[in-house]
């Protein structure tokens, strides 16, 4: 398989998580009591981990990898686009995870959750929409 295929397959796979995390998870966390939540969030969040993390090092791997080899249009977007993703997630919903986790008290961190992580789901769709176009176009 080339490198566009592993590409398109990470994106895939991040692109069906983030509409999960959209339409699913995130919007299931305003169903609980501030005390539930935390509780379950100890759980979910080392759980949902081993599914999140190899999805995006190996798609910023990858996306790193493109550039090296090729600097073009598709790639230079591709890893500009994984970067303000990878900002965004450390930046804002790692904090917002954490005080959930730290058991402070998370009345309404969910629905931010829920609203901040369109802007996370449009970019991962578009990434994984521009792959589709770069690999039909090649």
Not at 59 to 82: E, G, H, M, P, R
Request: proline share 4%.
């Amino acid at each position: 398989m080339n490198l566009e295929i592993w590409r398109l397959l990470f994106d895939f796979g991040m692109v069906v998580l983030i509409w999960l995390v959209q339409l699913v998870i995130y919007p299931g966390l305003c169903y609980y009591n501030s005390s539930d939540v935390a509780i379950w969030h100890q759980k979910y969040t080392p759980r949902v981990s081993y599914v999140v993390m190899p999805l995006m090092v190996g798609q910023l791997l990858l996306a790193i990898i493109q550039v090296t080899k090729n600097a073009d249009l598709y790639t230079v977007f591709s890893l500009c686009a994984v970067l303000i993703l990878w900002l965004s997630t450390f930046i804002q919903f790692v904090p917002l995870h954490s005080k959930i986790s730290g058991k402070q008290d998370c009345t309404g961190i969910p629905q931010k959750l829920v609203k901040r992580n369109w802007f996370r789901t449009v970019l991962w769709t578009l990434v994984f929409l521009w792959s589709v176009y770069w690999v039909l176009m090649k």
